[in-house]
Nanobody, 131 residues
Framework: QLQVRESGGGLVQPGESLRLSCTVS?????????????VAWFRHAPGRYREALLC???????????QYADSVKNRFTISRTNDKTTVFLQMNSLKAEDTGIYYC????????????????WGQGTQVSVSS
C-alpha cells in the first residue's frame, strides 16, 4: 500500500526559495522501473480550491514531469531520487500568493491533473510567504 509524507514547509520571505520533500513508501523492492506510479504536488491556498501544481511519473520506462499550474511556471520544479522514494518540489522566487498547504499525492498509473484520481495523500505541510 502506497503512503506519502511531506516535509520541508515553513515561513519564508518573498523572493526566497524552499524545497519540499515527499517520502514515498510502499513501493515494491523489485520492479520499480516497470511499475508505473505518479507523484503530484498540490496546493491549497486560503479561499481557493486544491490545485495541481506538478507531477512526475515513469510512464514508458523513463521519467516524465508535468506542469499543471501556470502560476508556478519557471519557478517551481519537480524531481525525485533514483530509487523513487523521495520526490522534491523546489520552489524559487516565492511570492505571497504561494502561501498555502502543500500536499503530495500518489497513485498507481500515470500523472493526472484531477485530484480525484489520487487516492493516497499526505497530511500536508504549511508554506507561508510573508515579509
Amino acid at each position: 500500500q502506497l503512503q506519502v509524507r511531506e516535509s520541508g514547509g515553513g515561513l519564508v520571505q518573498p523572493g526566497e526559495s524552499l524545497r519540499l520533500s515527499c517520502t514515498v513508501s510502499g513501493l515494491p523492492d523489485s520492479g520499480r522501473d516497470t511499475i508505473v506510479a505518479a507523484v503530484a504536488w498540490f496546493r491549497h491556498a486560503p479561499g481557493r480550491y486544491r490545485e495541481a501544481l506538478l507531477c512526475i511519473d515513469n510512464m514508458g520506462g523513463g521519467t516524465t514531469n508535468y506542469q499543471y499550474a501556470d502560476s508556478v511556471k519557471n519557478r517551481f520544479t519537480i524531481s525525485r531520487t533514483n530509487d523513487k522514494t523521495t520526490v522534491f518540489l523546489q520552489m524559487n522566487s516565492l511570492k505571497a500568493e504561494d502561501t498555502g498547504i502543500y500536499y503530495c499525492a500518489t497513485r498507481w498509473g500515470n500523472c493526472q491533473k484531477s485530484r480525484t484520481l489520487f487516492r493516497t495523500w499526505g497530511q500536508g505541510t504549511q508554506v507561508s510567504v510573508s515579509s
